[in-house]
């Protein structure tokens, strides 16, 4: 199961690329981002390339808090279960991952609908659980607001285990098919589970046979301490926000000490900290690029991130004085690595203008910018350094930034022999070097 | 918005075909019933016969009251909004129906699934909304048995209004992409819907934009008072049980006056009803078919399956002895249809044994068997007598008898100018003569 070179994903959010306001951008494309040949279009770049997978993440709502939020930003998206399924007929090899909420969805339609795909993809579906911080997403859900962290993560954990058990309800080899006896199933190998939790009660068997994978593979994003213990147990690869090959080498470290106390190995994770490379003539023309982008945001649409951000308005504060007091962890039940990064934008004394500027440059994850061998540099040292698995790439600008990653860069990992010049056989987990894992119903 | 030839539409519920064991018979398909290919191959004679659409039903259970459904029945399943996306990235015209539950998920993302399946299928998408009467379904979602059918249809109907709601929160004309302002979209165009009901609050807007149909095409099959209502109220296409043309002509009529007590017109709910047809060089051969099938019911299954539709275990009972009491419509919570039809084998005084073979042959549906032109004249015949707007057809075998209608009945409907000899141009709505509907956001 050993995997020696870098696993690859490509991050599609926002349809136009992560800086908050990529639809702006010159080439950015119009309205073919609510069509598949766009998509089909970045898939197909990312299987010439070798990659890994595509993953389409999610929220299930507007974020409209503020109006400029619902007059400035690309909020409407296509969704990704159906996006995916759509792909899975057009490609091949790449892996396909989206974003579900375990928070607003129910776990047999969720791992009926995975299975479903990991069927249709011959296998090559990934789930990434998330638990949606959002207060818009709440209120689509019956909710007046969001749902305590703690609560959303152990409501995850328990959804996690009915959708595992209903992925085991049918046993490997239990759909018999033989015409000659009449039997269908073998019925001692199909399970209901009986599952009755704090969240949930669920019967089961599931009405999809187990998918190919086994299980579709687990992805899990959240940098919280509820999130790592969530990945820990559950995930196959875990999406990281570390800033330095340092901080990687500590949070590999982490992770370790998190899979012991599961009793799993340190192999059966992969960490894929997001980068956001930019390829450019140098790193000079690469920050013009950035400024650039910068010079798109419109005043109020960034005053008013800031303020989603604080959990609090600070419209009526003066644009280049401080950000005001933030509110503590345990009371903010956001996205807790956001506060963090506010945190650190106040001890730098930055301005609400200047922070304005660094959120709509697509949240934490480090810019590697400059010609493609400077990031493939860093992106080896990373790799050899023992800082991650392989990376989650993420643009500004799409589909500009990443043709430019795929065409420049990924040749020359390929030439360095850290990304592989063709795919593996097998289904997504095979390729990744991921267990197929064990039914947990099936006699040992 | 005239529509004068038949609309036409194949049903796919078991992946072999309607009759409850078609997996045995001997050109039925083995494990591919799992996999794209199967399906798309089916959707691809559906587009060459120039069919509007096909229909994957489904439910969200396994049918396994008794261990017999398990052992015999084929009935695990892909998942339907996965599969018709995946079709839609491989067919250009046919519409695409899926069934899903308004009773066991929730209206954002129901509403959210169909409206991404529309854009990319480029609307093409079509929701058979069902409420999920089995005892089944309803231990999947948290309960112990079945919602009382009123309650159900309550809820669907809310459901309904929420969904209609979310597609119209973003106006058509919304989504601006102006580049030169900034406005990603018109904000006075996007709308909280705010809604508060008895089953549901959801407070929007939809982050999808509105579908190129306005609305998917709503479908409703439920054929109690409850159903025909929602159907009235809501639904594009009705998918009735009728066994006679003249039956057909009062259920066309029933269903105007219901349509007109809501302030519709008759054409704006196109009615088709199902049928069985099997084409066979006699009306012998078509029969000889239909006994073999028979024979393929294992006696168990047979029992066990009358028990299920009866509510009540009838295996204790001699198998060639009458049918036990019946419970009363308003103490069934069941498909109440199939309870009429239950008690009329009783009236005729059938065994359990036959009224088990009675029920293998997929439902309630009358068969029409023959050569092609016989069961053209018999469809030509409801549908210039003003029983249907078309046909919703159903196979007992798959793919074979979807094969033979496809290739020897519909060029036999197209000669007499009753079936389309190729598509309209434009949505699923406009193929099928239905107008897009109005936005309830819009200043008119
Ligand atoms: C690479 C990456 C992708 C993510 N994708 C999503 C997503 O698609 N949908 C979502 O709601 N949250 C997403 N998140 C947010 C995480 O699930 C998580 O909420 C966040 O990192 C904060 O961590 P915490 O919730 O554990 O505090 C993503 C985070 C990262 C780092
Ligand atoms: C053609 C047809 C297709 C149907 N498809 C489904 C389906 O996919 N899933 C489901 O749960 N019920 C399905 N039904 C059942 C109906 O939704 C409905 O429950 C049934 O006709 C009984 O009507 P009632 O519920 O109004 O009493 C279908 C019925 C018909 C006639």
New interface residues.
């Given amino acids: 199961m050993q995997r020696d070179d870098m696993i690859l994903s490509a991050f599609f959010f926002n349809p136009q690329g992560d800086h908050r306001?990529s639809?702006?951008y010159?080439t950015?494309p119009?309205?073919e981002i609510?069509?598949?040949p766009y998509f089909?279009k970045l898939a197909e770049v990312a299987e010439a390339a070798r990659f890994d997978a595509v993953f389409i993440a999610d929220?299930?709502?507007?974020w409209?808090t503020f109006?400029s939020n619902?007059?400035?930003?690309?909020?409407?998206?296509?969704?990704p279960?159906?996006?995916l399924?759509?792909?899975?007929?057009?490609t091949r090899d790449i892996g396909l991952i989206g974003t579900v909420s375990a928070s607003?969805?129910?776990p047999?339609?969720t791992a009926?609908?995975f299975?479903?795909?990991d069927?249709?993809s011959?296998g090559r579906a990934a789930w990434n659980v998330v638990t949606s911080g959002m207060n818009?997403e709440a209120?689509?859900?019956?909710?007046d607001g969001n749902i305590e962290h703690g609560y959303r993560y152990e409501r995850a954990a328990e959804f996690l285990e009915i959708a595992k058990d209903l992925w085991d309800s049918?046993e490997d080899g239990a759909?018999l098919?033989d015409?000659a006896t009449?039997?269908?199933?073998?019925?001692s190998k199909?399970h209901?589970i009986e599952h009755e939790g704090k969240h949930?009660?669920?019967?089961?068997?599931?009405?999809?046979?187990r998918p190919p994978q086994g299980y579709p593979v687990i992805v899990q994003a959240g940098s919280s301490g509820d999130g790592k213990n969530l990945a820990a147990k559950h995930a196959d690869l875990h999406f990281a926000v570390v800033r330095t090959l340092e901080d990687g080498v500590s949070y590999r470290r982490e992770m370790n000490a998190l899979l012991a106390s599961h009793g799993r190995e340190p192999d059966s994770l992969k960490i894929l900290p997001g980068i956001l490379p930019i390829v450019a003539g140098s790193r000079e023309e690469a920050q013009e690029k950035r400024e650039f982008l910068e010079t798109?945001v419109?005043e109020r649409?960034g005053v008013d991130l800031v303020s989603s951000w604080c959990g609090t308005d600070v419209s009526h504060l003066p644009i280049d004085g401080p950000l005001p007091e933030l509110p503590d962890e345990s009371t903010y039940d956001g996205q807790r690595s956001n506060l963090a990064r506010l945190k650190s934008f106040k001890q730098q004394n930055l301005s609400i203008r200047e922070v304005a500027r660094r959120l709509s440059n697509a949240g934490a994850v480090p810019m590697v910018a400059g010609r493609p061998q400077d990031i493939a540099d860093e992106m080896e040292a990373w790799f050899k350094g023992g800082a991650c698995d392989g990376f989650n790439l993420m643009f500004p600008v799409l589909p500009e930034d990443w043709l430019n990653f795929a065409e420049q860069v990924v040749p020359e990992l390929q030439r360095r022999g850290i990304a592989q010049p063709s795919y593996r056989h097998g289904t997504l987990r095979d390729k990744l070097g991921l267990a197929r894992p064990a039914n947990r119903f099936a006699a040992s």
């Fill in positions: 306001v639809w702006r010159p950015a119009g309205h609510y069509g598949l089909q929220h299930v709502a507007m409209d109006p619902v007059a400035h930003y690309a909020n409407a998206r296509l969704e279960i159906t996006l399924s759509a792909l899975a007929a057009v607003y969805s129910e047999y339609n009926r609908a299975a479903s795909l069927h249709l011959m818009e209120m689509n859900f019956g909710r049918w759909v098919l015409k009449g039997f269908f199933a073998e019925p199909v209901r949930f009660k669920v019967r089961g068997p599931l009405n999809v046979p798109l419109p649409f």
